[in-house]
């Protein structure tokens, strides 16, 4: 939208934040006829820059190509059918396929997914405003909530008929919620992940999650000359802490073979800390504001689910919105919270398991040390403990 609007804006849906949530929720209701304004505080270069996610489930890229952003995402994606475990130097693959029945992922970075979609959504959709924070969502228990909200130094108001609440963990949509409706879960870690971009082909050509001594390494990648890498550090690290050099040879370290494997070195060209944190807040709905992605739950990346659980709340968001639309069938929207939490508390477990089998804690005795042997151990030699990971990292029906 150009500099010019009214301070009150009327609409069907008013959409909070222009991450993968907010943006696709906004590409699923263009489709379908069902007008909605974006509000997102931040500009469009920071939001189409942000490093995140990497790892897109099958169900996520489904629903990508069901909403026509699929095209350059499976031009330039990278089909992966496995990742590689590594520990006590040894290495194994856990192959996607044959223990799941034909899934596997795929290696898109979300600022890619990002800006397909703002591309989308600027090319004949709804309004997206960019600069624009949302102040606090009024009146959500009534037919008519309201999002008070700022751009280029004024105040506004978006009159709607729904909410979504897509702004992340540290956005304004939650604190609408009265406090005695809800209930929230939640556990820290002592640790975060130091992240780098490196201008580097990657070492590997599938993704390798490593367990040491000294803590974990996860070696991911961007693109055939991109790779992503992560280091467990201690909480509170800052990245400045760590010198290039440094970086690779901890890397090095943890994730080094018996077998003559080596790590490629190359310019790392950003650096940044991650804290790590489960959190859960019950219920996803109240009235017509409806929490979607991580403005209602955050996962340790571990597991690779953050970005696909948005997916699969706006999807299931999308159809119940469509729905008590066009003809007032409030099943969908009853529903959503609960369909949403049993598809978040399996990726809750499941990133929290693998949070727990890969990093070390810093109380860690030897006696946690062997049991994290033992469950990387199982799942190298027993097929179904190899296939229940399997099946938790391909994804988990969208319904
Ligand atoms: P986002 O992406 O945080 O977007 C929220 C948007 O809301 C805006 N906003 C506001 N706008 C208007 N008014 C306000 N008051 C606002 N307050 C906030 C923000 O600027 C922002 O644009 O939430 P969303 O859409 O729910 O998406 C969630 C994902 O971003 C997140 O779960 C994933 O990135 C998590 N994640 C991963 N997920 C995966 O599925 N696979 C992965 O491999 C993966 N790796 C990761 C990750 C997250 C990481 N970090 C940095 C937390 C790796 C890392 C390192
Ligand atoms: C990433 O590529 O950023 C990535 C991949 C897998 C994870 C977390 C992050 O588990």
């Known amino acids: 939208m150009g500099g010019k609007y009214t301070p009150v804006m009327r609409t069907t849906v008013a959409i909070i934040g222009a991450g993968p949530a907010g943006l696709l929720l906004a590409r699923l209701l263009d489709a379908a006829g069902v007008d909605s304004v974006v509000l997102e505080s931040r500009d469009r270069a920071y939001v189409e820059r942000r490093q995140r996610a990497g790892i897109l489930e099958q169900g996520t890229a489904d629903a990508l190509r069901a909403?026509?952003?699929?095209?350059?995402?499976?031009?330039?994606?990278?089909?992966?059918?496995?990742?590689?475990?590594?520990?006590?130097?040894?290495?194994?693959?856990?192959?996607?396929?044959?223990?799941?029945?034909?899934?596997?992922?795929?290696?898109?970075?979300?600022?890619?997914?990002?800006?397909?979609?703002?591309?989308?959504?600027?090319?004949?959709?709804?309004?997206?405003?960019?600069?624009?924070?949302?102040?606090?969502?009024?009146?959500?228990?009534t037919h008519r909530p309201r999002v008070r909200y700022r751009h280029e130094g004024r105040e506004g108001v978006v009159?709607?008929?729904?909410?979504?609440?897509?702004?992340?963990?540290?956005?304004?949509?939650r604190?609408?919620?009265?406090?005695?409706l809800v209930q929230t879960?939640?556990?820290?870690?002592?640790?975060?992940w130091l992240g780098v971009l490196a201008d580097v082909p990657p070492s590997h050509d599938e993704l390798v999650y490593a367990r040491h001594d000294r803590g974990f390494a996860l070696l991911s990648q961007r693109t055939p000359t991109v790779s992503r890498l992560y280091l467990q550090v201690p909480e509170g690290t800052d990245a400045a802490d760590w010198s290039h050099g440094d970086i690779?040879?901890?890397?090095?370290r943890r994730t080094g073979t018996d077998d003559g494997w080596r790590l490629r070195r190359g310019p790392?060209?950003?650096?940044?800390?991650?804290p790590m944190r489960s959190y859960v807040h019950e219920p996803?709905?109240?009235?017509?504001?409806?929490?979607?992605?991580?403005?209602a739950h955050i996962v340790p990346p571990t597991g690779a689910k953050g970005l696909n659980l948005a997916v699969g709340d706006v999807v299931t968001l999308a159809r119940a919105l469509v729905a008590h639309h066009a003809t007032g069938d409030p099943a969908g929207l009853d529903a959503y919270s609960a369909t949403c939490l049993r598809r978040v508390w399996q990726a809750e477990r499941f990133s929290y398991a693998m949070t727990a089998m890969l990093h070390r804690h810093p109380d860690a005795t030897p006696f946690d040390d062997r049991l994290q042997l033992a469950q990387l151990d199982r799942i190298a030699t027993t097929r179904s403990a190899e296939a229940d990971l399997a099946e938790?990292?391909?994804?988990?029906?969208?319904d």
């Open 67 to 141: 909403a026509g952003a699929g095209g350059r995402m499976d031009r330039e994606g990278l089909p992966h059918a496995g990742i590689e475990l590594r520990f006590a130097r040894r290495r194994h693959r856990v192959d996607f396929p044959s223990l799941t029945g034909g899934r596997s992922v795929l290696v898109y970075a979300q600022t890619e997914v990002c800006k397909d979609l703002i591309a989308l959504r600027l090319s004949g959709g709804g309004p997206l405003l960019f600069g624009a924070e949302a102040l606090a969502v009024e009146d959500a228990e």
């Open 159 to 173: 009159e709607c008929a729904y909410v979504a609440g897509c702004d992340g963990f540290w956005g304004v949509s």
């Open 175 to 180: 604190r609408a919620v009265p406090p005695a």
């Open 185 to 192: 879960y939640e556990r820290t870690y002592p640790f975060a």
């Open 248 to 252: 690779w040879d901890e890397l090095e």
């Open 268 to 274: 790392i060209t950003a650096a940044s800390v991650t």
């Open 284 to 295: 996803m709905r109240h009235g017509r504001l409806f929490l979607t992605g991580d403005a």
């Open 392 to 398: 938790a990292y391909t994804g988990f029906p969208l």
